[in-house]
């Protein structure tokens, strides 16, 4: 499987349409297409973001290989059960108490 065809499979089961994503990472829907097709190639700092945004690794993204996810927020996008509202309730909570901590 290629990068471009990981990152669909995992955009497409996480429900995330392709403007999503775009707008999370701020590119456009055409780049993500264009991810996805192989067509063109992600920077290092957007393969990053691509990896959390999704909820998985880098090295899943690139190499197909699975990783534990340790950080709370990517382990909230992955979680398939959660809808879209308790996640993103779930994420501004956590960036809260960090910042919180913070202080």
Request: hydrophobic share 40%.
């Amino acid at each position: 499987m290629t990068l471009g065809q990981r990152i669909r499979q995992r955009r497409e089961s996480l429900g995330v349409t392709q403007r999503q994503l775009a707008d999370a990472l701020k590119l456009t829907p055409q780049h993500i297409s264009f991810v996805e097709q192989d067509k063109r190639a992600p920077s290092l700092g957007s393969l990053a973001k691509m990896a959390e945004e999704l909820g998985v690794t880098t090295d899943y993204l690139v190499r197909g290989k699975e990783g534990v996810i340790t950080e709370v927020i990517p382990a909230i996008k992955a979680d398939k059960t959660l809808k879209v509202e308790v996640k993103n309730a779930l994420i501004t909570l956590v960036q809260a108490l960090r910042h919180t901590g913070q202080d």
